[in-house]
């Protein structure tokens, strides 16, 4: 698991997630989140996750509260 922080969210139920020492933020989708629904994140949240490749490029998955 890694951490980061929560950077961005939309209305479209999905954000992302910047990590320390990486250029790129990494994408997320609500379907995603472990033990939190999505209205009840804010940027700045700390969170941790795993990451996996997509067709899309690399993203966020089992996304929680760190």
Same mark, same amino acid.
């Given at each position: 698991?890694?951490t980061g *922080?929560? #950077? !961005? +969210? !939309?209305?479209?139920? /999905? $954000? /992302?997630?910047?990590? &320390? $020492?990486?250029?790129?933020? +990494? /994408? /997320?989708? @609500?379907? &995603? +989140?472990?033990?939190?629904?999505?209205? &009840? +994140? #804010?940027?700045?949240?700390?969170? @941790?996750? !795993?990451?996996?490749? *997509?067709?899309?490029?690399?993203?966020? !998955?089992?996304? @929680?509260?760190?």
């Amino acid at each position: 698991m890694m951490t980061g *922080t929560i #950077k !961005t +969210l !939309t209305d479209k139920g /999905f $954000g /992302f997630i910047a990590r &320390e $020492g990486e250029a790129k933020d +990494l /994408f /997320f989708h @609500s379907k &995603e +989140l472990v033990g939190v629904m999505f209205d &009840e +994140l #804010k940027v700045g949240d700390v969170v @941790s996750f !795993t990451v996996v490749d *997509t067709d899309k490029g690399p993203a966020a !998955t089992a996304v @929680s509260r760190a």
